[in-house]
C-alpha cells in the first residue's frame, strides 16, 4: 500500500498535534488538510467494549472528566470535553470512536493505529479494531503499532494483510525491540524514538527487506536528516512544517 504514497511518508502524530487538541476530529481534519499522507491515532476501549480513541490511561490530561478510560462506559465518556483544555475555540469536541475517525478520513490516507491497551493487555482491543477495519473496508489504508508485540500478534492473525510496526521505546529501555525483539518478530517496520535512530540503523533495518517510521520529528532539519538517512515514514507534531520541509506543496 505504501507505493501509492511519497517516501517519506508523512503521518501527523495524534494529528495536528501543536495546533489542536490531539486525537479529536478537528485535529486529524486539520492534519490532512495541512497535507499530511496520513494519521497516527491512540486506540483503547471502553468499559463497555467501544474502540474509541485517547493517548493517556485516564482522561484527566485531555478532557473535563477524571479517572481511567477503562472504567468509562461510551456515553459517559462522550459527554466529557475534549477540545476545551487545549482552546476555547475546540469547546464541545469529544473523544472520537476509532468508526468516526475512518468516516472522515475517507478512501485514500493513510492511518496509524496505535494499539494501546497498556493496561489492559487482554482486553480484546485488538480483534475489535480488526472488526471496525474490516466493516468500514479500509484494510488498504491501516498500519498497525504498538509497544506490546501480543497486540501485534493477535493482529497478524486477524488481518495478516495489514502492516505491523514494533514501537520502540528510546535508550537501553527500547534496545531488545530495536534488535532481536524486532529482528525475528514477524513486523513490516520499525518504529524507534527519533533519538534511537541512526543512518547505520536505517540500513540494518532495509537489509531485512522492512521499513522504518521515525517518531517524532518536528523540525525542518530533523525531517531532512531523516530524509537523507532513507527512512520510510514520519511521525511529526507538526505536519505542515514537515510538508514544506519537504518541497511537497502547501
Ligand atoms: O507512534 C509514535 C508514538 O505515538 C509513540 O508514542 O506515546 O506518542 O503513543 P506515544
Redesign the pocket.
Known sequence: MFEHYPSPVIFA??GDLTYAPENTLPSFQQALQKGADGV?L?AKLTADGQVIVI?DMTVDRTTTGKGRVASFKLDDIRKLDAGKWFDEKFNGTKVPMLAEVFELVGKDKLI?I?L?NYSTPRDGLVLKVCELIKRHNIQKQILF?SFLPSNLKIAAQALPEIPRGL?AMPGLVGLWARSFGFMFGEYQAL?PHISSTSREQVQRVHRLNRRVHV??ANSPEEVNRLKEWGVDGI?TDDPQTAVRALGRSR
Open positions: 502524530h495524534r497516527e491512540d493517548h496509524n496505535e494501546t503499532s514501537l518504529h517518531w517524532t511521525f
